[in-house]
């Protein structure tokens, strides 16, 4: 079993910064990319950042140069700093990974998802 757990989120003012972190843990072989979705209420799950094991790093247009993802390959672990927030970044945010269990199981695991709140 393979577990993917969020923390940090909450309530911010537009303008200012939160942070999210996730950790994967279970039996994990070897872990290909992290990441970082979110949905926003009646709109399609979007892609925010993603990195992989070289430490290259993917953003959505709309977060470029406020938000930076980050990674620990040794702890699993992925981070999110999100700064100049604005409303429109209001969204549950899911930490994402695609890994392997073992040689032959490649698979794609979502966290349960956190909430960020931004107010104008």
């Known amino acids: 079993q393979v577990q993917l757990v969020e923390s940090g989120g909450g309530l911010v003012q537009a303008g200012g910064s939160l942070a999210l972190s996730c950790a994967a843990s279970?039996?994990?072989?070897?872990?290909?990319?992290m990441g970082w979705y979110r949905q926003a209420p009646g709109k399609e799950r979007e892609l925010v950042a993603t990195?992989?094991?070289?430490?290259?790093?993917d953003y959505a247009d709309s977060v470029k140069g406020r938000f930076t993802i980050s990674r620990d390959n040794a702890k699993n672990t992925v981070s999110l700093q999100m700064n100049s927030l604005k409303p429109e970044d209001t969204a549950v945010y899911y930490c994402?990974?695609?890994?392997?269990?073992?040689?032959?199981?490649?698979?794609?695991?979502w966290g349960q998802g956190t909430q960020v709140t931004v107010s104008s």
């Open positions: 994402n990974s695609y890994l392997s269990t073992d040689y032959r199981n490649w698979g794609t695991y």
């Open positions: 279970g039996s994990i072989f070897t872990v290909v990319s």
């Open positions: 990195v992989n094991s070289g430490g290259n790093s």
